[in-house]
């Protein structure tokens, strides 16, 4: 509309002044001047309110993909000028598939005073995502002229982790190797050496209630002690290059990101002792609510871009991790080196193979090949578990 209005208004006075010349009236050679001037003084209004700006961006470190997120942009003029409404757009990365969002609320910068709009948007991918370009447009006081500029900001860095996503699966008890007393809830209670802090939950015994943590973080937070004898298992995930099936929203490894989030937060609850030993340096002893943090923010920073085989890494787990300890292992496409690699380990593990029917995310790929590679790791000693697709 602002553009069908300024032109409008340059037509009507070029037409002016051409009748004021040809009829020879002053009076209608005067409005035309005044209007070109009007017109010509409204470009440049536009103009300079586009000008001389700094812009900050403020960000959350971390969200999780649905969430609504809040960007906060700050604006400052450089110089003493008058400016009427500007609006800044975001150049959001494309890969980052986000909806949803909204526009920011016009402000009017001004010197030496910071100024502050923001905007909204639900990210639906997992990823690490840069960006520093912002957009600023910005119209006279008229409305009838508008100017847009670019602007390159200091980056600014989101991860957008995945959300858990529930699955119904039943998991081996493991009796005999020290996961059972876990999985029925023994590993963690309230025993002698304390495990960890975390976050009170319904039933928690006052007692445990951790003071200085509670009021650093400004809500209750409870010891966790060791109990009993406690399970240990890790994850590993197909990331060799080529193997992350599908395009868009939810690929075989953001579906395996989002199952191995929700299977970890359920085995830490507990009292397994969980590890992801190729995707992460140590096990530092954190609390629950910490450690939950720390995998959501690992598997959201995860890419499908390893030189190694799903075979290499168990084999090279292997060397990190106790004896006894309990894999998972999420695989979308077969690989012999992983046969090869758990007859290895037969025997001195429990391995249960997540398989992921790549035709699911891809239709390319046959679906009779999945009941190939599930049987030849239930012959290598596995117990393989299909996974069902995942729906975005």
Request: net charge neutral.
């Amino acid at each position: 509309m602002r553009r069908v209005a300024g032109t409008a208004l340059t037509v009507a006075s070029v037409f002016l002044g051409v009748v004021a010349v040809l009829i020879n009236a002053p009076n209608l050679f005067y409005m035309s001047f005044a209007l070109i001037s009007t017109i010509i003084a409204c470009n440049v209004q536009s103009n300079l309110a586009t000008k001389a700006l700094r812009i900050e961006r403020i960000a959350p470190k971390s969200v999780h993909v649905g969430e609504l997120v809040t960007i906060e942009i700050v604006l400052w003029s450089e110089r003493k000028l008058k400016r009427p409404l500007v609006t800044v757009q975001d150049n959001l990365p494309e890969r980052l598939s986000n909806s949803h969002v909204g526009p920011s609320l016009p402000v009017a910068p001004a010197f030496d005073l910071p100024v502050r709009t923001m905007y909204q948007f639900r990210p639906m991918k997992r990823g690490r995502f840069r960006w520093k370009n912002t957009k600023v447009t910005a119209t006279d006081a008229l409305g009838l002229t508008t100017k847009t500029i670019s602007y390159e900001t200091e980056p600014t860095e989101i991860v957008v982790v995945p959300s858990p996503i529930p699955i119904s699966i039943e998991l081996p008890s493991s009796a005999g190797w020290g996961i059972n007393e876990a999985m029925s809830g023994q590993a963690s209670g309230a025993g002698i050496e304390p495990r960890g802090i975390r976050e009170y939950q319904s039933g928690d015994s006052l007692r445990h209630v951790h003071w200085p943590s509670s009021a650093r973080m400004g809500r209750l937070q409870v010891k966790e002690f060791q109990a009993g004898s406690q399970g240990a298992a890790c994850f590993l995930l197909q990331r060799t290059q080529g193997t992350d099936i599908g395009a868009g929203n939810m690929t075989s490894l953001d579906a395996m990101a989002g199952h191995a989030l929700y299977l970890s937060e359920q085995l830490i609850r507990q009292g397994v002792r969980l590890s992801f030993p190729l995707l992460e340096e140590g096990n530092k002893v954190r609390g629950e609510s910490e450690r939950k943090e720390d995998i959501a923010l690992m598997l959201g920073t995860m890419m499908g871009d390893s030189p190694d085989t799903i075979g290499q890494d168990l084999l090279e787990a292997v060397k990190q991790v106790d004896s006894g300890t309990t894999f998972y292992v999420m695989v979308s496409l077969d690989d012999a080196s992983l046969i090869s690699a758990l007859d290895s380990v037969r025997g001195r593990h429990p391995i249960v193979v997540l398989t992921y029917d790549a035709e699911a995310y891809d239709k390319k790929f046959a679906s009779s090949s999945a009941s190939q590679m599930n049987e030849g790791y239930r012959q290598a000693g596995a117990l393989v578990i299909q996974m069902p697709e995942v729906y975005v």
